[in-house]
């Protein structure tokens, strides 16, 4: 494929390592790990070497933490069910507006299985209010889950503390980290975190590999049951090829760590600072002090970020507006929503995520590209007037 891939937050390319990694195990390598002979033994070490590269990206303290599963999804669903299942006296569960589907379509099921479900709102930079947390946090939760980053935005919520107080409360506290994982430094055995999802083609690993870190002590209840693969935490034949690409990938993103957060950084502030000095009514939104090296959400006000994207296509530029999951619907991204974004700006965001295969001859084509699509657009809008926006386009229509 040719062309810029700017959408690395929807998914990445496996690595050709990785790639390379995987391949015996296709074919030589093709026993059943829970064989006695040494056609299983065999990849039950690979599995072994996997598990352990994971752990070590992952900073957790026991490769017994890490249970392989089939998807980001899989994970945040066993980590909240199983909270549920193991606390059946707590019948509240606290998350947050801006979580992926995966979380929020999982919460809508529970509430009408009877649970109460407390969505911790965010301000105007997609930031929580720890003290709504606080007084949400009785001793009738079960599990609280928030996002370690946002999708759409790369904000990143204060997990670490939020699991402290969780814990305080005896709560569970699970988290989505299935876009910061690869992306940052994570140590999780020096934190209150008992559960944490994480999806592999996220991070250059195969679709359809996922892991839930499960911290040592954590009371859990499989979604799985059946044979005894995972320590009987979720049953069924590993998925033998992903988990050593999984496990290769993890190796590799503990590698570009640094480079992730300096020169993907760099890149990704270039190219925001590029697009936003030529574009008028343009602004960037959730927290850009703390947010993902690599994520820019760009919302470029009185157009459509559909149609933006169609124009990008045609340049050979992918991106995305809202997240893959949502971009279904006509309504504007939740997240957007729950920031309190006008809809006349919310309509028109683009994200733009970039990975370490990026260069800056890519940044530099799409900063040249992006301003005369968007002023192509605006000619066309019923709320643009030659270099503004019309009286009537600030009509209080909130999204
Ligand atoms: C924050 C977040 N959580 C969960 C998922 C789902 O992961 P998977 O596609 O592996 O099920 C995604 C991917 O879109 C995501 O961005
Ligand atoms: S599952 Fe969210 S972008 Fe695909």
Not at 76 to 94: F, G, H, W
Request: glycine share 8%.
């Amino acid at each position: 494929m040719t062309g810029i891939y700017f959408d690395n937050n929807a998914t990445t390319r496996v690595d050709p390592v990785v790639v390379e990694a995987m391949l015996p195990y296709f074919t030589e390598q093709f026993g059943n790990p829970s064989s006695m002979h040494s056609f299983g033994n065999k990849v039950g070490l690979a599995i072994k070497k996997a598990r352990m590269q994971v752990q070590e990206l992952l900073g957790a303290e026991h490769d017994s933490e890490i249970i392989f599963t089939s998807c980001g999804t899989e994970s945040d669903s066993t980590a909240i069910l199983s909270a549920l299942k193991a606390q059946p006296e707590r019948k509240e569960i606290i998350t947050t507006t801006v979580e992926h589907p995966a979380i929020l379509t999982l919460c809508a099921y529970l509430e009408k299985e009877g649970y109460k479900v407390h969505y911790l709102k965010v301000d105007g930079k997609g930031r929580l209010d720890l003290d709504e947390y606080r007084r949400r946090l009785t001793d009738q939760v079960a599990v609280v889950s928030a996002m370690w980053a946002n999708n759409e935005t790369g904000t990143f919520f204060p997990v670490v503390e939020m699991a402290e107080l969780a814990n305080a409360a005896g709560a569970m506290f699970h988290t989505d980290a299935v876009q910061a994982v690869g992306k940052v430094p994570l140590n999780l055995k020096d934190t209150k975190i008992d559960m944490l999802s994480v999806s592999g083609h996220k991070l250059h690993a195969p679709k359809g590999i996922g892991v839930l870190y499960l911290k040592r002590g954590t009371r859990f209840r499989p979604l799985l049951r059946g044979g005894h693969q995972e320590r009987g935490r979720r049953a069924g034949t590993e998925n033998t090829t992903s988990i050593v690409g999984l496990g290769k990938a993890a190796e590799m993103a503990m590698e570009a760590m640094a480079y992730e957060n300096t020169e993907v950084k760099r890149l990704r502030d270039k190219l925001e600072a590029g697009i936003l000095a030529k574009v008028p009514r343009s602004f960037v939104t959730g927290n850009p002090d703390d947010r993902l090296p690599n994520t820019s959400n760009i919302a470029f006000e009185f157009i459509e970020g559909e149609a933006i994207l169609l124009l990008l296509n045609k340049f050979g530029i992918a991106a995305s507006s809202g997240s893959a999951c949502t971009s279904g619907s006509l309504e504007p991204s939740h997240v957007m929503r729950a920031m309190g974004i006008p809809y006349t700006a919310a309509h028109g965001t683009v994200r733009f995520s970039l990975s370490r295969y990026s260069t800056e001859a890519e940044v530099d084509r799409v900063i040249a590209v992006v301003p005369e699509i968007i002023a192509q657009l605006r000619k066309l809008s019923p709320y643009w007037d030659g270099d503004g926006p019309k009286e009537e386009a600030f009509a209080p229509t909130y999204a």
